[in-house]
């Protein structure tokens, strides 16, 4: 069995290796020798149909599960190496949005601007207001924020724009795109083709493999279509089914 924990590799333009990654639960391979790359100041989107292992390979790259066999390497050069939104951020629903934010912020081993942050995602009209009187939405522009302190090398959103209106998806999506510079990168799991279509890279997961990745225009290329949609269609048979509720992937 190869070395699960996450390892340092040398500085290179590879971010993160996922290198032949799998699990199973009993009977089930949750997934199988999954590999990809991501490159710096990059945003990959992994789609895939629901239940293809979207979220299990998001838990093992951020480390909360141990893979059965294969490594993440990640060559991470900030103090916090991972920033991470779930698909439900939860927070103490008494906390304003500063204090929610101070709160993550006194965690980290270096100072963090946290207006600044606020400023990133677009809440820093409401610093005072408390969680329990936000929209879905601005609850999700939180765990945004909240994913960004300290500025980590990899940023990872786990559908990030679940059950979000077109208006809200696509300033998500902007504020990814944006963050992926300066030696930091996004690696999100996301429904909305539409979107992840103008995502640098695109991983598809089906059953918990990858077949096939590459930019979108590579992904319409090799399957003779005209868009991420139609060559997802192509790959997997079906369209994803677009998630309003929780859950895993």
């Not at 391979?29 to 991501?38: P, Q, T």
């Not at 677009?122 to 522009?141: C, I, K, N, T, Y």
């Not at 940023?155 to 990814?176: C, H, N, W």
């Amino acid at each position: 069995m190869s070395d699960t924990n996450q390892e340092t590799t040398t500085r290179s333009d590879t971010l993160l290796a996922v290198n032949d990654v799998s699990l199973s639960f009993g009977d089930v391979n949750a997934l199988d020798d999954v590999s990809f790359e991501i490159p710096r100041e990059t945003v990959t989107a992994i789609i895939g149909p629901n239940g293809s292992g979207k979220t299990t390979l998001t838990d093992i790259v951020t480390g909360l599960r141990r893979p059965d066999s294969g490594e993440v390497a990640l060559d991470a050069s900030s103090d916090r190496p991972i920033g991470y939104l779930p698909q439900s951020p939860r927070f103490r629903p008494v906390f304003t949005v500063e204090e929610t934010l101070q709160f993550y912020a006194d965690l980290l081993f270096t100072p963090v601007d946290i207006d600044a942050a606020m400023e990133r995602v677009g809440l820093s009209d409401v610093p005072d207001r408390r969680v329990d009187a936000l929209s879905g939405g601005m609850r999700r522009l939180l765990g945004l924020a909240q994913s960004v302190l300290g500025d980590p090398s990899l940023v990872i959103l786990d559908e990030p724009t679940s059950g979000l209106d077109p208006r809200m998806t696509k300033q998500i999506f902007d504020i990814a795109a944006g963050q992926a510079d300066d030696d930091t990168a996004v690696l999100l799991t996301t429904h909305d083709l539409s979107y992840a279509a103008n995502a640098d890279n695109v991983v598809v997961l089906n059953r918990g493999t990858v077949i096939d990745s590459g930019s979108p225009a590579e992904l319409t290329a090799r399957t003779n279509t005209e868009s991420l949609a139609e060559a997802f269609l192509a790959m997997v048979g079906t369209t994803p089914t677009v998630q309003t509720g929780t859950g895993g992937d």
